[in-house]
Each structure stands twice: as C-alpha cells, then as structure tokens.
C-alpha cells in the first residue's frame, strides 16, 4: 500500500485537507497526571508548571509525516476528574488509539490503570490500541511506581509501555509516533482481512463483477 | 485557551464557574465541529474520485461485453503481446496499464486500488471494525455533534435559573448510579453531561446494541410512539381505499405510458434483462406486446394497495447521474441496510423498484434482482433511462424497496421519492453515492397526478347481477354459496396519450380479474378505431364468482392501442381496482 502512487487519479487537495489519514486518539487516566501538559508538549512544545484543571474534554489537532503519509491526529485531552466521566466515555468510542497515563509519583494513579482499561474494554471497540505511559519520569526522587512494575503491568494488559516527562520533553513524541505505528498496523491488517480477494462478497463492487460477469454498468 | 482555573478563589463563585465550564465545553465542541466539517469534505473528495473512476468504466460498459479488452480502460487486448491480467480483487481483465502495483508479485486494478485506498483514507476501516462491536453504531462518530446538538437544547432550557431540571425525560431510565450523582441541581454542569451523555447513548442504543438494559426501557416509550406513528401511516392508505369506495362510479386514473422513457435501445433491453431476474420480467412489456402483460401489472396492482406492509425502517444506498452526451438517467443502487423484515419468521428477499413518476407504466420501472434472505442486500446494480434532460424537472425519481414472498405475494419496504427537479445533475458532488432513509409510502398524490400527465381518464362501473343482488338480499336467511356474475361497464376514456406523432390511437379494453387460487380470466373489449375520446359502453363478465373469492381478487384494466401494422399493440394505461373493498361496497 505504502508504496502505490496515488498520481494515477488525480490527487487534489486544498490545504487544509493535505492529509491522508485522520486518527482520533484519546489521552485518559487519572486526575493530575500530565495528560493536558503531556498533550501541550507535544502539539505546542510548551509546558507550564501550574495545574490546570482540564473541563470535561479538550482537543488539539497535529499533522505529522509518517511512513511516507500525512497524517493528522486529533488528540482528545480528558478531565480526570471522576465528574466528567459521563463525558469523557462518551468519546471512547470514537478512537482508534489511546494513551493511557499514570503519574509515578502517584501510586494511587497507577493502581487505577487497571480500572481505566476496563473503561476501555467497555465502551472501546475490540481493536482499541493503548499506550500505557509512566509520566514525570523527571522527577525520580519523588517516584512510588517502579519501572519494571509498570512495564509488568502494561504486560498483563497488554498494551506497549514508555516512561515519560512532559516537563524535560522526554519519551513524548515517540509515545505518539509509536500509537500512530500501532494503529497503522490495524489498519493493514483490518484491510487485509477485508481484502476481496479473500471475503470476496463483502466489497460492493466487486460484488457485482462475481455476480453478473456480462452486466458491467457498475465500472467495479 | 479551554481550560478553566479551578482553584479556590473561582470556586467561590460557583455560578460564574458553571458559566465558564459550559463556555469552555461548547468551545471545544465548536472546534470539533469545523474539524469534522474539514474532514467531511475531504472524504466527499476521495469518494467523489473513486466514483468519477467507477463511472469512467460504466460509461465505457455500454459495449458489449468483451472478453478481450480491459474491463478498466476498454483498451483491447491482445492474444500474445499485451494480453492483460485478472484482476485479484475484482477478477476482472485489465491491461498493464490499469494496474497498481502494490509489491512485486501483487497488484491491483485501478478501481480496486481506488476503493481500498479511499476505505483507508476516509477511516472506513474503523467503522468497519467498531460495527463489529457496536453493529448499530453510525458510520461517522458524532458524538461531538449529538452533544452539541442536545447541548443547545437543553441549555436553552437550563439558563432559566429556577426551572426544574429539565433532564429528568433522559435521566429517568438511566443508571440509578449516575442518577444518584445528578440528584442536586446545583451541579448543573455535571447534570448536563450526565443526561446528554445519556441521550447519547440512547440514540446509539436504540438501534441495536443490546448491552444495556436499563437504557433499553427508557427507549421503550418512544418505539412505541415511532409505532404508534407507523400504524397511523398505514392508515392513511387504508383511508384511500375507503375513499374509492364511496364513489358511486370509481374514476381511476390511469397513467399513460410515455414516449420519452423508452428502453435505450435493443442492446440496453437486453442489459436490463439480465438484471430482472424475477419472474416478472419487463421485457416482453416495454416491447408493447400485450401477451402475458398484464402479470406485470402487479406492480401497478401494489400501486394501488394491493400488497402487505411492514414498518418501514432502514436505509437505501445509491447514486444518480445524468449523462447529458447520450441522454441517459442512470441510477446506481447499491445496497440497503436494517431493511424490515418482509414477513414473520424474519424472512426477506429484499428487491428495488424503480419510477420515474409521474410515469407509472410498465415503461417506466426498473427493478434490480431479488437478493434472498437478507436485510442488509448488496444490489450494485444500475438502472438507466433514456431521457431528454428537459424532461426531468418534470419527474420524481421513486426508489421503493420490496420484499418477493412467495405466490407473487409483495410487502412494501419503504420508499424514497426524489424530486428531479431540484437535483443538480451539473454539480458533481450530486453523484455521489448517499444513503436515503427509507419513507413510509406517501399518501397516494391522486390529485397530482391528474393535474401532472391528466391525459387519461377511465371511468368503469360495477354492477352486480340481478340473481347476485337477489343473492344478498336471501343470502342472510341462504348459507349456500351461489355463482355469481361479476359485471364491469367500460363506459369510455379520454385524453389517452398520443403515442405515434399525430396519430389518433385504436384504443381497446383488456379487462383481467385475478382471483386467489385461480387462472386469470382476461376479457377485451372491441376497438375504437381512430378514437381520441373512445366510449365502449362494454360489459365484461365474469362468471362463477363467489363473493368469499372477490373479497381477495382485484381486477385490472389496460387500455391499449392496436397496431395497425404489426402485432405490436402499444400499452397506453393500466388501472388495478383495488382489491375487496371496492367489490364489498357494491353490495
């Protein structure tokens, strides 16, 4: 796919539109995180050391060249706090990848990562790709939440696994790169499986050429 | 910036924060809402692409088929040098030229590439993938744009400081949970989230997903209003029928069949052919030969109600496009989804019905084949008319779908009904394949009609026998069964619609009463000849007629016009009179 040309039908596109992929992915975890910095730092490369409390659910949009593609992300930032979760969930369903962060400074926002991926399970479709990341992994002194326990516990989960600070820029941009990699690779694969020549009936148009060899009005 | 300051000094002002947490969310759901539109756009883009590259081949089809030429670009091909290639994906011969090669030993035709590159590129693939999870979910996440939507509604509501909440319609069946959360109206904020959030997930709820219970109760009131809706609908249709009874002498209106939607030509006749496969086959109609005709007026015969209803649901996939260089109104169908199940037992052999109305003739419809057991068929299939481009302000497309049960039985799906007029058939993105809810039948447009084509007019009385009325009138104190004679006057017709350039038509009646477990019986009147505004004063009869048997019969009447040359009779207009009611009244 990677490697096909899209010259052969004339590829238009006005500026804005200058991509070829949209993913949708949602940052969630507990309150106070990082999520909102860990996003900022990525989008803006800013970061500011007081807390802001995100309300209900917050979004930046980036366009990022990968694996010879355009791709743009809308990042969906979440409220931690427990009152928004009706709202927050709601947008479960809408992405493809998720960024699943605790604090290492904060055992108790660890312990919750567990609950967050059953969020996941619930209201996610079944193919929902997540980054399980360690953040503030700058400030080592303060750390409760060893490496290795949330290496093993990303394990069990089954979900890939950094450390990272949005304060000193660590980890950042290749957690994100990374879950654009992962979900580039679902979609191969969702398009593999679905690829006609193996499900044959499922593709409209190829549908037709199965069906009714001399009635060709359907170009496919 | 989004975010909002929440340290002590703003929580003290709690009613200015709510404003600015609801500031905040509405500004973000704004932003959302212009990435989406973006993003629309842009798939309509790549789907308008792929379909100019589908269209390219089907322009090209109108040749025969041959094996030996590129199914993309029509270029033959050779038997040794540039023999071409079947196609993985669509098993179709291409030349090399219309390949894209993904690696070295796989590659693709142009369309096929086309259609997984756009699949990819408009995020089909997840939708595809998450239905897996959610098969009622919509193709495109709105989440944003449902919040949105409930946001301004029920903020409207909720300014109004004093007011009771007024979620308590979406919170009633919600989670006892969250409903216990939401219990002070102080946190309005949260409350709101709570009960869109709610909304939300009954709108996506309603459709299939089972999972929740209690979501599923609280959907409960409104299916049966949806229901409630539906069964007045068919009401309306019965209403019609009523309404035929109480005219003394029924003044059906007939359709002429018209000139100007006339198959293509002999080839694209056989084209359409080999799409109807079922046993009603156009073919021998739009011919003019009258011969085993009038089997094909049970499409004019459930015109007029004389077929099963289920609650219309469900939705119809497909595009139109005028080619304005031949002349040519093609409309490709593609598929229908969460179609109603045609009868009990959940069996469904969904098919498409298409009129260009006000044309209701045989001329005029095309139909796509039947596609068995299925509520979610694949049609693919294109349907074409030759038509000036100046006649179509003046027509409505009619997309219906049926469903063929057995013994010719048909129940009506739902219907689309498409103003030509109002279509851009210049503006490309028109082309575009779209999904179309599917309608319940409108009342029938009688008084449109007379006033769209009021070419012609039938009036036929019925009258019993006098041993049938004499019938009635013992038969209370009778419990036999006695034949009767059913008698059909065709009085006359006028405005018939002129045909060949200048002629006057040689109109006759054919008169045909279908009764259930019997062979038609078919009845002509004399010919007129050479009149415009023909009157017969003929009486059909039908004998050995039990009134238990015309409670399900109906009898349909065609006028024709004979040839004066050739075999070829030319069908000028059909009327079906509907069924038992209008023979109940007679009584």
Redesign the interface.
């Known amino acids: 796919m990677a490697s096909a040309t899209d010259s052969r039908y004339g590829q238009k596109e006005s500026s804005d539109q200058n991509f070829d992929y949209m993913f949708k992915i949602l940052i969630i975890g507990n309150s106070s995180v990082g999520k909102t910095s860990f996003l900022f730092r990525y989008a803006d490369d800013s970061f500011t050391p007081a807390f802001v409390s995100t309300v209900g659910i917050d979004f930046k949009v980036k366009t990022i060249y990968r694996n010879d593609k355009r791709i743009k992300l809308q990042i969906w930032d979440t409220a931690g706090q427990e009152r928004y979760r009706t709202i927050t969930t709601a947008y479960y369903r809408g992405a493809m990848g998720f960024i699943l962060m605790y604090d290492i400074t904060n055992e108790e926002s660890f312990n919750a990562v567990q609950d967050w991926s059953t969020q996941i399970k619930t209201y996610s479709w079944d193919n929902a790709q997540v980054l399980l990341v360690g953040n503030k992994c700058d400030m080592e002194d303060e750390r409760v939440v060893s490496s290795e326990k949330g290496r093993q516990l990303a394990e069990h989960l089954g979900f890939e696994f950094f450390e990272a600070s949005a304060k000193d820029n660590i980890n950042v941009k290749q957690t994100f790169e990374r879950l654009v990699d992962i979900i580039c690779e679902k979609m191969s694969e969702s398009l593999d499986t679905a690829d006609p020549a193996v499900t044959g009936a499922k593709q409209g148009p190829q549908l037709t050429d199965q069906q009714a060899p001399p009635h060709q009005d359907c170009a496919c | 910036m989004?975010?909002?300051?929440?340290d002590t000094a703003v929580l003290l002002f709690k009613g200015f924060l709510k404003e600015?947490?609801r500031e905040?969310?509405l500004e973000?759901l704004h932003?959302?809402q212009m990435?989406r539109e973006?993003?629309e756009?842009?798939i309509r883009?790549l789907k308008l692409?792929?379909q100019?590259?589908?269209?390219?081949?089907?322009r090209n089809?109108s040749h025969e088929?041959q094996e030996r030429s590129c199914?993309?670009c029509q270029k033959s091909l050779g038997l040794l040098m540039n023999r071409g290639a079947v196609c993985?994906?669509?098993?179709?011969r291409v030349c090399s030229e219309c390949r894209?090669?993904?690696?070295p030993c796989l590659w693709k035709?142009?369309?096929?590439?086309?259609?997984?590159?756009v699949?990819?590129?408009a995020?089909e693939?997840?939708f595809?993938?998450?239905a897996?999870?959610?098969p009622g979910?919509g193709r495109r996440?709105t989440?944003g744009a449902k919040?949105l939507k409930s946001y301004q509604k029920l903020s409207e509501i909720s300014v109004i400081p004093p007011t009771p909440p007024p979620f308590t319609e979406f919170t009633a069946g919600s989670n006892v949970k969250?409903l216990s959360?939401s219990k002070s109206f102080n946190?309005s904020v949260?409350n709101l989230?709570?009960s869109?959030?709610?909304h939300?997930?009954k709108i996506?709820k309603s459709q299939n997903d089972m999972a929740d219970r209690c979501l599923l109760t609280t959907d409960h009131g409104q299916n049966l209003e949806r229901r409630k809706q539906r069964r007045s609908q068919s009401d309306t249709a019965i209403n019609i029928t009523s309404r035929m009874k109480s005219t003394p002498s029924l003044q059906q209106l007939i359709t002429g069949a018209q000139n100007d939607s006339e198959i293509l030509t002999k080839r694209n006749c056989k084209?359409e052919e080999?799409?109807i496969t079922s046993p009603t086959s156009d073919a021998v109609f739009c011919d003019g030969k009258k011969h085993g005709s009038l089997y094909s007026l049970n499409s004019t015969c459930t015109e007029s109600g004389n077929f099963g209803k289920a609650d219309v649901m469900g939705e119809i996939e497909f595009a139109m496009r005028y080619i304005f260089k031949a002349c040519i109104l093609?409309i490709?169908i593609?598929?229908c989804k969460n179609l109603a199940y045609g009868e009990e037992k959940k069996k469904c052999n969904p098919y498409v019905k298409v009129y260009l109305l006000p044309d209701k003739s045989p001329q005029s419809k095309r139909k796509t084949a039947v596609k068995k057991r299925t509520v979610d068929p694949?049609f693919?299939?294109?349907l074409?008319y030759k038509i000036e481009y100046s006649q179509l302000g003046s027509r409505q497309l009619q997309i219906s779908v049926w469903h063929a049960g057995a013994l010719k039985y048909r129940v009506f799906l739902g219907e689309v009904v498409i103003p030509l007029a109002a279509w851009d058939f210049q503006e490309d993105s028109m082309q575009l394949f779209s999904w179309y809810q599917l309608k319940p039948k409108l009342e029938k447009p009688e008084h449109d009609l007379i006033e769209d084509s009021g070419e012609l007019l039938v009036s036929a009385r019925l009258s019993a026998p006098a041993q049938y009325k004499n019938f009635q009138f013992e038969g209370r104190k009778d419990q036999g069964v006695p034949s009767c004679q059913l008698q059909v006057v065709i009085t006359g017709a006028k405005n018939l619609p002129v045909l060949r350039a200048a002629a006057v038509p040689n109109p006759f009646v054919i008169g045909c009463l279908i009764l259930p477990d019997q062979p038609e019986v078919k009845q002509k009147s004399p010919v007129r000849k050479k009149e415009a505004c023909p009157q017969w004063n003929h009486l059909f009869v039908f004998d050995g007629v039990t009134p238990a048997q015309l409670q399900q019969s109906c009898l349909h009447l065609t006028v024709w016009d004979q040839s004066t040359s050739s075999s070829n009779d030319q069908f000028l207009g059909g009327a079906t009179l509907g069924a038992s009611r209008f023979f109940i009244m007679k009584n």
């Open positions: 989004t975010f909002v300051k929440t600015r947490e905040a969310v973000v932003r959302d990435v973006t993003e756009k842009r883009k692409q792929l100019q590259l589908q269209w390219k081949g089907a089809s088929y199914a993309r993985n994906g669509c098993s179709h894209v090669c993904l690696n035709c142009t369309v096929c590439y086309a259609h997984g590159d699949k990819v590129k995020g693939w997840f595809e993938e998450r897996k999870k959610y979910e996440e989440v919040l969250e959360q946190k949260e989230f709570l869109l959030t709610t939300i997930k996506s084209e080999s799409i093609e490709c593609k598929r694949e693919d299939e294109t074409k």
